[in-house]
């Protein structure tokens, strides 16, 4: 029996090297950890400020009056299973012990109502992103180009920082709870800056935003695909890492988001913004094939260092897609967001204004695309997205509660 009223809590399981520890040594480990954070136990199978337990131990058996290892329960509680099956699906409990694997326990136990999900922070004074709860409300992450040469808004944002308060605000207002900043336009063939024009062009707007109080809840988020400059944005007050190429065009920028600690948006791309458009072939498939060459980037964030909750997906619409392309994805997002490896994550999705909208639309000036926009974001929150990218936050605000109201149920 459980103590079942108690506040929500957060459940992770984790692989750790143990082979300089015997079983009872680890429980002693444990312990001490548990102590250290200031463990309270009031009830048994109660609540309590922060429990560990020991799941497994190699491939070993063990038990004794304080410790059983497999953990007796561990097949009977979702909130262990569900974060076991991130890390080892098919694996199995020792041999002569319970058959079928991880995966195969987690798919016959009733599930939790309301459903568990997973949690990904993003800003320390807002509710974290569960991409498994039915009802959370989809993001609004507001497009702030900082650069002279974006396809939509180019030369719009690029001034003295402190003209930019009413906009920002107006996106606040609006129901933006994320302001991603850039430096460096990644449309087909722009010019690249130097790492020091770009921090030159975000780094003053994010000093100021976060030397005012009334900035203190909204996230920002920085948009680049170098470390160094991910590095001094998020020394500086931003919180999110949104890069466009997912560490693949700065080997440093996946180990550099792991010593940071942030959230890290993970984007589908092929190549670089000069020839990404003519990488569209996809032999295999093109959901197959996305899903495939994210994951891999999943694994190597995870490889550098970076822990599963702090990474975000996006399918990259308009890179290295062609217009067939951008829709099949939007058309099956929720066939990507279960995708085996990919279940579980939030998701971003961003077609604001972009060039398939427009050659569908027959809207040339992107600036004037937010009726097509608005499709999209539609599409996208019904397909499962968490966080919308949008230049128009007023209009698209609107789109995304009514979009909420229908599909957030």
Same mark, same amino acid.
């Given at each position: 029996?459980?103590?079942?009223?108690?506040?929500?809590?957060?459940?992770?399981?984790?692989?750790?090297?143990?082979?300089?520890?015997?079983?009872?040594?680890?429980?002693?480990?444990?312990?001490?950890?548990?102590?250290?954070?200031?463990?309270?136990?009031?009830?048994?199978?109660?609540?309590?400020?922060?429990?560990?337990?020991?799941?497994?131990?190699?491939?070993?058996?063990?038990?004794?009056?304080?410790?059983?290892?497999?953990?007796?329960?561990?097949?009977?509680?979702?909130?262990?299973?569900?974060?076991?099956?991130?890390?080892?699906?098919?694996?199995?409990?020792?041999?002569?012990?319970?058959?079928?694997?991880?995966?195969?326990?987690?798919?016959?136990?009733?599930?939790?109502?309301?459903?568990?999900? +997973?949690?990904? /922070?993003?800003? %320390?004074?807002?509710? =974290?992103?569960?991409? #498994? &709860?039915?009802?959370? $409300? !989809?993001?609004?992450?507001?497009?702030?180009?900082?650069?002279?040469?974006?396809?939509?808004?180019?030369?719009?944002?690029?001034?003295?920082?402190?003209?930019?308060?009413?906009?920002?605000?107006?996106?606040?207002?609006?129901?933006?709870?994320?302001?991603?900043?850039?430096?460096? +336009?990644?449309? /087909?063939?722009? %010019?690249?800056?130097? =790492?020091?024009?770009? #921090? &030159?062009?975000?780094? $003053? !707007?994010?000093?100021?935003?976060?030397?005012?109080?009334?900035?203190?809840?909204?996230?920002?988020?920085?948009?680049?695909?170098r470390a160094s400059v991910a590095a001094a944005a998020i020394t500086a007050g931003a919180n999110?890492?949104?890069?466009?190429?997912?560490?693949?065009?700065?080997?440093?920028?996946? /180990?550099?988001?792991?010593?940071?600690?942030?959230?890290?948006? #993970?984007?589908?791309?092929?190549? !670089?913004?000069?020839?990404?458009?003519?990488?569209?072939?996809?032999?295999?498939?093109?959901?197959?094939?996305?899903?495939?060459?994210?994951?891999?980037?999943?694994?190597?964030?995870?490889?550098?260092?970076?822990?599963?909750?702090?990474?975000?997906?996006?399918?990259?619409?308009?890179?290295?897609?062609?217009?067939?392309?951008?829709?099949?994805?939007?058309?099956? #997002?929720?066939?990507?967001?279960?995708?085996?490896?990919?279940?579980?994550?939030?998701?971003?999705?961003?077609?604001?204004?972009?060039?398939?909208?427009?050659?569908?639309?027959?809207?040339?000036?992107?600036?004037q695309r937010v009726w097509g926009t608005a499709a999209t974001v539609a599409a996208a929150i019904q397909g499962g997205a968490d966080?919308?990218?949008?230049?128009?936050?007023?209009?698209?605000?609107?789109?995304?509660?009514?979009?909420?109201?229908?599909?957030?149920?």
């Amino acid at each position: 029996m459980y103590v079942e009223n108690q506040d929500t809590f957060l459940n992770a399981v984790c692989q750790v090297n143990a082979d300089n520890y015997a079983p009872q040594q680890l429980l002693q480990a444990v312990k001490t950890i548990e102590s250290r954070l200031g463990r309270q136990k009031t009830i048994e199978k109660g609540p309590r400020n922060v429990d560990l337990d020991i799941l497994l131990h190699k491939n070993n058996v063990f038990d004794e009056e304080n410790l059983s290892i497999p953990h007796k329960l561990m097949l009977e509680r979702e909130f262990v299973l569900r974060p076991l099956c991130d890390l080892i699906p098919d694996e199995t409990l020792p041999s002569g012990m319970t058959a079928g694997s991880f995966r195969d326990h987690l798919a016959v136990l009733p599930r939790s109502v309301p459903p568990l999900s +997973s949690s990904t /922070p993003f800003h %320390p004074s807002l509710p =974290p992103l569960t991409p #498994l &709860s039915s009802k959370r $409300p !989809t993001h609004l992450m507001a497009i702030l180009n900082l650069t002279p040469d974006s396809f939509s808004d180019g030369g719009v944002h690029s001034c003295e920082p402190s003209s930019l308060l009413p906009t920002i605000r107006s996106m606040m207002a609006s129901g933006a709870t994320i302001l991603d900043l850039g430096g460096q +336009s990644t449309r /087909p063939h722009a %010019p690249e800056v130097s =790492p020091e024009e770009e #921090l &030159s062009r975000i780094l $003053p !707007t994010i000093q100021l935003l976060r030397s005012m109080p009334e900035f203190a809840n909204i996230a920002l988020s920085v948009d680049t695909y170098r470390a160094s400059v991910a590095a001094a944005a998020i020394t500086a007050g931003a919180n999110i890492i949104n890069d466009v190429s997912a560490g693949t065009l700065d080997p440093e920028m996946l /180990p550099t988001a792991a010593k940071l600690g942030c959230t890290i948006i #993970l984007m589908h791309m092929r190549g !670089t913004p000069n020839t990404m458009t003519k990488l569209t072939s996809y032999p295999d498939g093109l959901l197959p094939t996305v899903a495939s060459e994210l994951l891999a980037r999943v694994h190597a964030a995870e490889e550098a260092g970076i822990f599963r909750w702090r990474i975000i997906l996006d399918p990259g619409i308009g890179f290295a897609k062609n217009e067939a392309q951008n829709l099949e994805l939007l058309r099956r #997002l929720v066939e990507l967001r279960e995708w085996e490896g990919l279940h579980g994550f939030p998701w971003l999705v961003g077609a604001s204004r972009k060039g398939f909208i427009g050659k569908i639309t027959g809207v040339k000036e992107a600036s004037q695309r937010v009726w097509g926009t608005a499709a999209t974001v539609a599409a996208a929150i019904q397909g499962g997205a968490d966080v919308v990218r949008v230049h128009d936050v007023t209009e698209m605000a609107q789109v995304a509660k009514m979009a909420d109201a229908v599909w957030r149920v």
